[in-house]
Structures are given as C-alpha cells and as structure tokens.
C-alpha cells in the first residue's frame, strides 16, 4: 500500500503491433486501481486508429520505406496477429472509457518524426530500410513468428542490431521519443496521476523505464513476452 498515488509506480505494459493482446491487457487494465491510462499515439494517428477497424489510413507524405513498413504490419497482423496493428491502443482506450479514466496521449506528433527521420537519415540507412521493408513484404509468416520468439528471448539484442543496422532510425524512433513520453508522465505525474498504466510498444520498454528512473519515477513494467503468456489474475497493488 502506497501512502499516495504519486508514490505508486507507472505500470509499463510493452505490446507488439501485429499480435492480439486484448485479453491480457484487458485483464491488467481492469485488475488495478488507476489514475489514468497513457498510450503511445499522438492525437492524428488516435483519430484514425481509434475509430476502428476498416477506418481507411492515409500514407500521404510519407517516406516510400514508411509506407512499405505499414503494408508489412497490416500484412502481418492479418495472417499472425489475429487483428489490424493498433488494436492493443483501441484496447487500452476502450477499457479507459469503460472505466471513466482519462486518456492520455503522449507520444510525439507523427509528421514532426517522419520529417526529423527524413531529414538526418543518411543514404546508406534509407536504402537499407527500403530493401528490408520491399523483403519483408514476401517473409512467410512462420519465419516472422519464429523471429518474434527470438525477440521476445533477447528484446535486448534485437534493439541493438537495430542501432548498429541504422543507428538514426535508433535515435528518433525510440531514445528521442523515449525522452518525450517521459517528459509528458512525469508531468502528469506531478499533477497527481500518479497510478498510470501506459501501453507502448515493447520496444520502447527498456528505453521508457531508464527514462522515467533519470527522472524519479518509479516504474512496474510488463513485457510483451510475459502478456503474451497465459498467466492466471495479476495482483492488484494500489
């Protein structure tokens, strides 16, 4: 028991884009005491996303290996995921609304990130991304699957090859956004949310915890290899 809500530690939930998580995260969203729920959408993309399924999503604008990587992610969360990407964002708000909590949005805004990874990417990392986004469109989803379980294993060495594959990919995708969303719990934080669930990519997980600990919050996190578990009740801490 927590002497106060601001006491209490945020409740990092890592989710994978392409992959039904909805019971359990359901079931960690509706088994704690909450002040709030933040997910990683800036309020553009939550317009799009949280209308539903089948809402059209426009590229327009968007680097071509952008556009590629969303076909990979719409291709894969059809054939292994049980559902469209975003879905685990639709689940958090959904259960939000169901419980009368506020919603927060904290991530940055998607054009200003398309248009700072644009504008530092260097040649050789933007052919290398085209190319991996043009092969992963034909991958068999068995061959991704297996590769999620390798990820799920070691999340940290797969954050790694990506640094070292493109290393300004690293930096605006996750650190500086880590940075962000850190910034924006920690001020909600200080305006009393203190019991905060927030679903991110699990990806950001690591990078997220270590930002909020510079910063003196405390953090419970859960990764996406433990929600997609089958696990019996979670505790209920408040």
């Known amino acids: 028991m927590y002497a106060s809500t601001t006491q209490s530690p945020v409740l990092l939930l890592g989710a994978a884009h392409v992959v039904d998580l909805e019971e359990p995260l359901r079931r960690e969203l509706t088994g704690r005491t909450l002040d709030g729920v933040a997910i990683e959408l800036d309020a553009e993309r939550a317009a ?15 680097p071509l290996f952008v556009r590629l990587w969303g076909q990979v992610q719409r291709r894969l969360g059809a054939e292994i995921g049980g559902g469209e990407p975003g879905a685990e964002m639709r689940v958090a708000a ?15 805004p998607i054009r200003a990130t398309v248009l700072e990874l644009v504008r530092t990417m260097p040649f050789k ?25 390798r990820y799920a294993a070691a999340p940290a060495d797969y954050t790694e090859g990506l640094r070292r594959a493109s290393p300004t990919l690293a930096r605006v995708l996750l650190d500086d956004r880590n940075e962000h969303m850190a910034d924006r719990l920690a001020a909600l934080r200080n305006r009393g949310y203190g019991r905060m669930a927030v679903v991110v990519g699990d990806a950001h997980l690591d990078g997220l ?12 996190a859960i990764p996406f290899r433990r929600l997609r578990t089958p696990t019996g009740p979670s505790p209920t801490p408040s």
């Not at 959904?94 to 940055?108: G, S, T």
């Not at 990392?125 to 379980?149: H, I, N, Q, S």
């Not at 915890?209 to 419970?220: N, Y």
């Open 48 to 62: 799009t996303l949280l209308a539903g399924p089948g809402t059209p999503r426009s590229g327009r604008g968007a």
């Open 94 to 108: 959904q259960v939000a609304k169901e419980r009368n909590l506020p919603l927060f949005l904290i991530d940055d």
């Open 125 to 149: 990392e933007r052919v290398t991304l085209l190319a991996g986004a043009a092969m992963a469109l034909f991958v068999p989803a068995k061959v991704v699957e297996r590769e999620m379980d």
């Open 209 to 220: 915890r270590s930002a909020l600990g510079r910063r003196g919050v405390p953090v419970e």
